[in-house]
């Protein structure tokens, strides 16, 4: 049993500087949750769970999203992409009938390899071999729809559960890991939080707390947690920081006003995050 955590939800480039912006401003407020006893992430949410994980401060970060410091990954989500990944999601009100929808749809991926996904995600990672501190990576079968959190201890190299956590379908195919074809762990959950049930304190950022159709709500699985006898608590975009996100996550032009709302709303979200972490 882990004392805490910190799960980190995913949702593209604007999602992950929100996510910095709230870090930011819990800390600026005196709330450091990046010293979890867990750091947890889904897509984007895991390569800042490995960033703070080898000693990034949120404020550095902050600073790279607002001012255009950092390179982010040149991912384009086109619009046939788009309705390929809502046909397959808003097909059936089965949650894991949607997973498998989705997994078909990831192993249908043509024209791109699991070496152009490392090379897509490599210069992304601060390190390349796991840190000491505790990490997992959500990612999902695409062939039997099972769920996981990578980690040191899975035995899986770090680049390859890193890309197998962000392997969005139909843009990434999914990774081999031992028999699986592992996809982006948001296909199942935007944060999976759920999957953080082993740790008394949890703090969930959902930057999208809810998935097309069946997916399922971080809000219910923050109550699961809760009625397991955690102490859980669940930040989410307001509504002048989901204008800020815009409707496309990609858009890079975006990451300065996101980070700014988050920053805004960490301040804002700091007593409650407190009583959680230390109360």
Not at 106 to 129: H, I, K, N, W, Y
Request: aromatic content about 6%; some cysteine; charged content about 20%.
């Amino acid at each position: 049993m882990f004392d805490t955590a910190l799960v980190l939800g995913g949702g593209g480039l604007t999602a992950y500087a929100w996510e910095v912006g709230v870090l930011t401003g819990l800390a600026n407020a005196g709330v450091d949750v990046g010293d979890a006893g867990v750091l947890a992430g889904t897509s984007a949410g895991s390569l800042l769970a490995l960033e703070l994980a080898t000693g990034a401060a949120p404020a550095d970060l902050y600073e790279e999203q607002v001012n255009g410091k950092r390179v982010m990954p040149d991912v384009h989500f086109t619009l046939g992409m788009t309705v390929k990944y809502l046909w397959a999601a808003l097909g059936s009100r089965d949650p894991d009938t949607v997973v498998r929808r989705l997994g078909r749809l990831a192993l249908s991926v043509r024209g791109m390899s699991e070496t152009d996904v490392f090379d897509a995600l490599g210069p992304q990672l601060p390190v390349r071999e796991w840190p000491e501190r505790t990490l997992r990576f959500f990612a999902t079968d695409a062939y039997t729809g099972r769920s996981e959190g990578f980690g040191a201890e899975s035995g899986v190299d770090l680049l390859r559960a890193m890309a197998a956590s962000c392997a969005l379908p139909p843009v990434f195919p999914p990774i081999p890991v031992g028999e699986g074809r592992w996809m982006d762990g948001g296909v199942r959950s935007t944060t999976n939080a759920d999957l953080v049930d082993d740790c008394r304190r949890v703090v969930v950022l959902a930057p999208i707390p809810k998935g097309p159709g069946a997916s399922p709500s971080t809000v219910d699985q923050v109550a699961a947690l809760r009625a397991g006898g955690a102490r859980a608590t669940l930040l989410t975009p307001d509504r002048e920081a989901r204008r800020a996100f815009g409707r496309n996550a990609l858009d890079a032009s975006r990451i300065p006003g996101a980070a700014r709302e988050g920053l805004r709303q960490g301040a804002e979200y700091a007593d409650q995050v407190w009583a959680v972490w230390h109360g």
